[in-house]
């Protein structure tokens, strides 16, 4: 009976007291047969037990899933590729199970919750009621806050990418939703299916009829070589048309055209695949670039090597010049048309004689030269017996004894990093940019590396690769990890071998690697004190073993650079080569001094000058002006020297300007008005614009403008804009961008100065769904950061499935009414059919 007591369960006990008025209803009855009052008795007492609505308890063991509800999001818009959608369900299979008591969403521009997901992943089912050429992950987020509040891990596969909404608003409300957030990524980006013309580089001002030069930055994402068409195009009119062969990564075509009259010409670049199944997104397959077309004094640069000039064009640009910056290599321009020759550390060998008589007929007719550089422009024998000799206001030295050749190779990082900003394009730069430093006896060699090396060019002589050198090193691709010790074994193996007159090796790495930083030590010191073999080292960017290739340089012998820029890469690489030649002049900190009554730096009041690492001697010509000079102990060796020549004028400069000397100058806070007297002796006297640099890019979603002034006379000047596009004509101060066609008015007391006009176009919807070369990193590790996730978590515990005892209640109250009726019943038959119960 206690059993049976304790499975019964009133959840309204307070009708129970109605049982207190039986004894009433008792008195009532009294006449009736005990029988009857029994009868009724029951009825009442089953009704009461309805009215407390009794419940029947049993304890059940149930199976639940333990820990924090679980939930995936798949994100399958258009931008996430078919491997990238093979992995995620592969992903989650393995790793974490998701089973019917998860919660599984489908998104892209909508949300959707879904059972069969790996239906939706694989493509069986359309994306379309989600709208996936959209991304929207704030909509995501925001359905997933509307659930009940309870703990919950959320399992996110996506690019990070969204191209509608604005997840980050979202964050705040996130952070305290208990909801941790987890973003699972694949190692590396899947292959995508799509080429793309990233930009088209222009000069951003010529002269019409001039010669330009049109570099075409593509890019090809496919695991395979993607055959095309590209057509070139200006203002609307195609002037090129070619097929060319995309190998994977990214690549660089140059082209050389004449730039048509203005005032503005646009070059557009466009490109068709063959295959169309290897371009799934045709939207990004043209870039336009805008050429301005107006007269302004022009000046021919002359460089050794790539990355040379770009102070000097910084410099001569800001300065309200148009550069054209050629690195001679057979063919040169006219000088006919330029005010400024300028020759950058060139060496003679690049310029036929003809070519240098016509340079010196040029400057005497009234037109500007400067020579400045070190070993390529005043090296002893260079330019000796020449027409630009001549020209100089200086002599130059005999030469010396033929230097001994080199054997230099260089390590490359192609592990999967080296794609990010183009640092694998950049160090191929390099590369190319070394062999044209070397000469035909000395030798060269690539080797690559992952985690494996692979030697991408043999060590040989320079004379037999130079023809084949670009295209072999074009065969570097950016994929694995990283691990560089192999690699400089094997430079070592190579290096040994030969019997060159100075061994080098320089590595060049972005990434944490793999081994003991002993076992580097060790190895570098027995190649420079054993084999003879120096060592140095160039680390890109942030994540770059910094520690680890500073000791590899210090105990190597060699140069340690850490390059934040990749862009700068060929210019530190043939650094590395010149500090690391030992025939190079003797370095020590040499000061400049000012020479009195200097007409080309009259008004330039700087007392002190920064120091040099090194300079080329020279001697002062008879009539010759000594601006700058590096005293000795028995004489003055010109730095800074200029002079008239016919009706032209003639400036020597014997020392760099790329850092490798002159890294203090480079710093220098007046350096941009040293070389600004510079530039304004040897030009003749005219009204220009104040230096400015004029920038137009793209910043959330929309082109903006921006305007660098570097001149103190338009402190108080009021800048206007013109702006010709879709929206029609715009006038207004310069604050904001807008589309079109741009010309900067400036009103300077009362006189209105128009700049060249500039032009963008926007060749696609930037909010189209496409896909990126790399995943959104910053907005998911702060997606997980806020919400006490990770990205990749380690460790994923699958849920557990748990055995727990409940009480399952069943309700009795229909039972005890039912029940109640039919003793009812019973008594009304009972009372008409056998005896008469009333009395």
Do not use: C
Not at 41 to 53: K, R, W
Not at 117 to 125: E, M, P, S
Not at 395 to 419: C, F, H, Q, T, W
Not at 574 to 600: A, T, W, Y
Request: aromatic residues 10%; glycine residues 8%.
């Amino acid at each position: 009976m206690g059993q049976f007591v304790s499975h019964l369960h009133f959840a309204k006990p307070i009708f129970l007291f109605f049982l207190l008025l039986l004894p009433l209803l008792w008195l009532r009855w009294q006449k009736q047969l005990s029988a009857v009052s029994l009868w009724r008795s029951i009825i009442y007492f089953l009704l009461v037990l309805a009215l407390a609505d009794a419940e029947w308890l049993d304890n059940v063991k149930v199976s639940e899933i333990g820990g924090d509800e679980r939930i995936f999001a798949f994100d399958l818009s258009r931008s996430v590729p078919t491997p990238m959608r093979r992995w995620m369900e592969r992903a989650a299979k393995e790793k974490l199970s998701p089973s019917k008591k998860d919660r599984i969403f489908v998104f892209a521009g909508g949300t959707l919750e879904v059972q069969d997901w790996d239906q939706w992943v694989r493509g069986a089912k359309s994306a379309e009621p989600i709208q996936p050429n959209r991304t929207n992950l704030e909509k995501l987020f925001s359905v997933l806050s509307g659930l009940p509040e309870k703990p919950r891990n959320v399992f996110l596969f996506t690019d990070g990418w969204e191209n509608e909404g604005a997840v980050e608003s979202l964050l705040p409300s996130l952070a305290s939703s208990g909801m941790k957030v987890f973003p699972l990524l694949p190692p590396d980006r899947p292959v995508v299916a799509n080429v793309a013309v990233k930009k088209v580089l222009t000069p951003s001002e010529a002269n019409g009829g001039d010669k330009i030069n049109l570099k075409v930055l593509v890019e090809n994402l496919n695991d395979r070589e993607v055959e095309g068409s590209l057509t070139l195009r200006h203002n609307g009119q195609p002037f090129k048309s070619e097929t060319i062969k995309i190998t994977p990564g990214s690549h660089i075509f140059n082209y050389q055209t004449t730039l048509p009259e203005g005032p503005m010409v646009s070059f557009q670049a466009s490109l068709i695949s063959r295959r169309p199944e290897s371009d799934l997104f045709p939207q990004d397959n043209q870039a336009t670039a805008w050429v301005a077309v107006r007269t302004k004094d022009r000046v021919l640069l002359f460089n050794g090597h790539a990355g040379e000039g770009r102070y000097l064009e910084m410099l001569l640009k800001r300065r309200g010049f148009q550069v054209d910056s050629v690195i001679p290599n057979g063919s040169t321009p006219s000088a006919a048309g330029y005010g400024l020759v300028i020759f950058n550390n060139v060496e003679r060998e690049r310029f036929s004689r003809n070519y240098l008589t016509t340079i010196e007929r040029h400057v005497g007719g009234g037109n500007g030269f400067l020579m400045l550089g070190d070993e390529g422009s005043f090296g002893p024998g260079g330019y000796m017996q020449t027409p630009i000799e001549t020209i100089l206001p200086v002599e130059l030295k005999e030469p010396k004894k033929e230097e001994k050749n080199r054997a230099v190779i260089l390590v490359i990082d192609k592990s999967g990093s080296m794609r990010e900003e183009n640092k694998i394009l950049y160090a191929k730069e390099a590369a190319k940019a070394v062999i044209g430093r070397l000469k035909d006896n000395d030798l060269l060699g690539v080797v690559g590396f992952d985690i494996e090396p692979f030697v991408v060019v043999p060590l040989a002589p320079v004379e037999k690769i130079r023809g084949t050198f670009a295209s072999q090193i074009d065969r570097l691709r950016a994929s694995g990890r990283t691990y560089v010790y192999p690699a400089i074994v094997e430079a070592k193996r190579q290096l040994e071998r030969q019997s060159a007159g100075r061994k080098h090796v320089i590595i060049l790495s972005d990434g944490i690697t793999g081994g003991a930083q002993g076992d580097y030590v060790d190895l570098a010191s027995v190649m420079r004190k054993e084999l003879k073999i120096t060592i140095s080292a160039v680390a890109i960017g942030d994540d770059a073993d910094i520690a680890l290739m500073k000791r590899i340089a210090q105990y190597g012998g060699g140069l340690f650079h850490h390059a934040f820029d990749p862009t700068t890469l060929p210019q530190i690489v043939l650094h590395q080569m010149e500090e690391n030649s030992e025939d190079r002049p003797k370095q020590r900190d040499f000061i400049p001094v000012q020479g009195r009554g200097s007409e080309l730096l009259e008004g330039f009041h700087e007392r002190s000058y920064p120091s040099l690492k090194g300079y080329i001697e020279t001697e002062l010509k008879r009539g010759a002006h000594l601006d700058l000079m590096i005293p000795t102990d028995n004489r003055r060796s010109p730095l800074l020297a200029s002079w008239n020549y016919g009706k032209g004028k003639a400036v020597a400069f014997t020392t760099d300007m790329t850092g490798r000397w002159s890294r203090d100058w480079i710093q220098w806070a007046a350096l941009e008005r040293f070389w600004g007297k510079v530039f304004e002796w040897l030009r003749p006297p005219k009204e220009s614009l104040p230096p400015h640099e004029v920038k137009i890019n793209l910043f959330k979603d929309r082109p903006v403008l921006d305007l660098y002034l570097y001149d103190e006379r338009t402190d108080s000047s009021l800048f206007r804009y013109s702006s010709t596009g879709k929206e029609g004509k715009k006038e207004g101060l310069l604050e904001k961008l807008a589309p079109g066609h741009y010309e900067l008015i400036e009103e300077r007391q009362g006189r209105r100065i128009s700049y060249p006009p500039l032009g963008y176009t926007l060749t696609f919807d930037p909010k189209s769904e496409l896909p990126r070369e790399q995943f959104n990193i910053p907005l998911l590790e702060q997606l997980a950061r806020v919400t006490g996730g990770e990205i990749n978590p380690k460790r994923v515990e699958k849920p557990k499935e748990q055995e727990k005892t409940m009480r399952a209640s069943r309700p009795l109250r229909v039972f005890f009414i039912l029940l109640a009726s039919i003793f009812f019943l019973l008594e009304i038959v009972f009372r008409r059919f056998f005896f008469h119960l009333g009395t």
